[in-house]
């Protein structure tokens, strides 16, 4: 039986677990105080959040089999709450500039339902565009539209104006 205490850590991820998007499993072993923080503050301006847990503890709160095998070393959960990409990326920064950082697995989470997501996966899932990039691209796409209706209704005055000011020019 878990003490109070470890009960209480079970009771926090599993809240955790259902407010985030995505999760990563990832080994902080070569990283120092200096590394956590800066990592901890890119995570957390991106609405993420790192915690560090036993592993039999995050074993019992998601009490899926296929995670036991990453569930070694020193392991902390990153929670991307905002969306599923926005912590990720800012994970695989941090490891592509640092080298420090080991993600071992992802658990995707929708309606209640957990995926399991291999490092692969979560590398590829760390370059799709986030919500706010989607957004951008959505808000661009129904401008381009406008813009052009625009060009070609200025386009007849536009090229008038030219053909009066090339006679002027002639004269």
């Known amino acids: 039986?878990?003490?109070?205490y470890n009960q209480q850590q079970i009771e926090l991820i599993k809240n955790k677990l259902n407010q985030a998007k995505s999760v990563v499993i990832d080994d902080y072993s070569g990283t120092n105080a200096d590394d956590?923080?800066?990592l901890r503050s890119m995570i957390k301006k991106d609405q993420g959040e790192m915690l560090v847990a036993k592993s039999t503890l995050i074993n019992l709160a998601v009490s899926d089999p296929s995670l036991e095998e990453s569930l070694t070393g020193m392991n902390a959960l990153v929670f991307s709450y905002?969306?599923?990409v926005s912590a990720l990326k800012e994970i695989f920064e941090f490891k592509d500039e640092e080298e420090k950082l080991e993600v071992?697995?992802?658990i995707m989470l929708e309606d209640g339902?957990?995926?399991i997501l291999s490092a692969d996966e979560v590398e590829q899932l760390s370059k799709l565009p986030g919500k706010d990039e989607l957004m951008v691209m959505m808000i661009q796409r129904l401008q381009g539209p406008a813009y052009g209706l625009v060009n070609v209704l200025n386009a007849g005055p536009r090229n008038l104006v030219y053909a009066l000011q090339?006679?002027?020019?002639?004269?």
């Open 36 to 38: 956590q923080v800066k």
């Open 113 to 115: 339902k957990i995926k």
């Open 104 to 106: 071992k697995q992802g």
């Open 166 to 171: 090339a006679i002027a020019d002639k004269n």
């Open 1 to 4: 039986m878990p003490s109070k």
């Open 82 to 84: 905002q969306d599923a």
